[in-house]
């Protein structure tokens, strides 16, 4: 029961947020109608939401493929899906019972204190109460001891996280109606400030000036579908045709499966702007009875792609951004003496488009294209220091995004000096 609880229900984010969304309608006590649709209508939302992010997800991995090969390299490739199962065969009561007593405290935390959010993101809820659990026990602490501290960190995350960047993220959506929920504000943050230093002046990603003739780049999914094709052609072209066709394509012609790949990847991108609109437009306003009845004046604290919309060209400028400072901290790692760290494309779209966006709402194309940078550089050197207070969990992967590396390091470092 306690599985079905917590894999089923909580851990899947949809649900959770739907959830949410009825409890918020029942507290208005809207009418039945109105209760019924505006759930469905979240959980739909979310949905198209999660199959954009899933179809850009395998376009990713054949990506991954074709640049692995072309380039030969080996290293730890950051996921957070695939570390937090690991964790979870043998950390799995503990990751439990610290995420079902995290959200009760982030409920306490938004109530008592002047931070009113409610963490909505039920994946990385669970991935950081997967983390918190190894940590703490690799450090000595088992039991009640355990899920109590684990808890009231991952609590205090869930308010903190989204607190420290609401003032930019009103800048982004021009309003104050909701939050970002996501474990990687710790990069989003350092994107802001950078774009607020050094983009005075800068024009934003979303007022290019093109050609006449190149009006048709105006529309950010065919200007997302045509930079991928380009990159996509070069890799399939470095990694040879041979490989391509019968490792990664399933005999397709390599030329014909970049390009499909491409306008597959853009096509995904504008499924999650479908969904990320849908969600916002009954979530917000079915949120407002949690506001009202349970902590007054709440926000809804959603997953990163929610701010897409608001930026869809700083969105694959992010996103390449990142990438580049992933692939030159690869190559270089080696002379630093660091585990390689090999770009994963997943971490890299879905954080570096988010700080994209907010490096470019405090400093423009300059803002996004360095503060996307700086992201890159972040979810590069903190996964490979956080593998050494992981108690060697896995040899393969790591956490990826940015608060799982500050949280996982400064706690790891903490038990060793008083285990």
């Known amino acids: ?73 080996q290293g730890v490739v950051p996921n957070n899906d695939v570390v937090s199962a690991i964790a979870q065969k ?12 995290g959200m009760l405290f982030n409920i306490v935390f938004a109530r008592i204190t002047p931070l009113k959010y409610i963490f909505l993101t039920g994946h990385h809820t669970l991935y950081m109460a997967a983390m918190l659990a190894v940590i703490l026990a690799t450090g000595g602490l088992s039991g009640f ?105 399933g005999g397709q012609n390599y030329i014909i499966f970049a390009i499909i790949q491409a306008i597959t990847f853009a096509a995904g991108v504008y499924i999650i702007l479908a969904g990320v609109r849908m969600v916002i437009a009954e979530i917000v306003p079915a949120f407002k009875g949690i506001a009202d009845k349970v902590v007054k004046d709440a926000k809804p604290a959603l997953d990163c792609p929610t701010v897409f919309p608001f930026a869809p060209n700083a969105v694959i400028i992010g996103f390449l951004s990142s990438f580049c400072a992933g692939l030159i901290c690869m190559f270089f790692f080696p002379m630093l003496g660091l585990v390689i760290i090999v770009p994963g ?36 050197f903190l996964p490979a220091i956080l593998l050494s207070v992981l108690g060697g969990l896995s040899n393969s992967t790591t956490f990826g995004d940015a608060d799982f590396g500050v949280v996982g390091i400064i706690l790891g470092k903490l038990m060793s000096a008083f285990h």
């Open 1 to 73: 029961m306690l599985t079905f609880i917590i894999n089923d229900v909580l851990g899947t984010p949809a649900i959770l947020v739907g959830l949410f969304s009825l409890i918020g309608l029942l507290l208005q006590k809207k009418s039945f109608s109105d209760t019924i649709s505006g759930t469905l209508k979240t959980i739909m939302g979310f949905l198209i939401l999660i199959a954009g992010a899933g179809v850009i997800a395998t376009t990713l991995t054949s990506f991954s493929e074709l640049f692995v090969h072309s380039f030969n390299i």
């Open 90 to 101: 043998n950390f799995g009561t503990s990751t439990a019972m610290i995420m079902i007593l």
């Open 145 to 249: 001891p355990l899920v109590l501290t684990g808890a009231l960190i991952l609590g205090a995350l869930m308010v903190i996280s989204p607190a420290i960047l609401q003032p930019f993220t009103r800048k982004i959506t021009g309003s104050d109606d909701f939050a970002l929920g996501h474990f990687g504000s710790t990069g989003y943050l350092c994107a802001a400030l950078v774009g607020k230093l050094i983009g005075k002046g800068s024009r934003s990603t979303e007022e290019f000036k093109v050609p006449k003739h190149l009006k048709f780049l105006h529309d950010s999914s065919i200007a997302i579908a045509l930079t991928m094709t380009i990159l996509f052609i070069v890799l399939v072209l470095i990694a040879g045709k041979e490989f391509t066709e019968t490792q990664v394509s």
């Open 345 to 380: 494309l997943v971490p890299h779209f879905f954080c570096g488009a988010t700080a994209g966006v907010y490096g470019n709402a405090t400093g423009g194309r300059r803002g996004a294209i360095i503060g996307a940078f700086v992201n890159g550089l972040i979810i590069s």
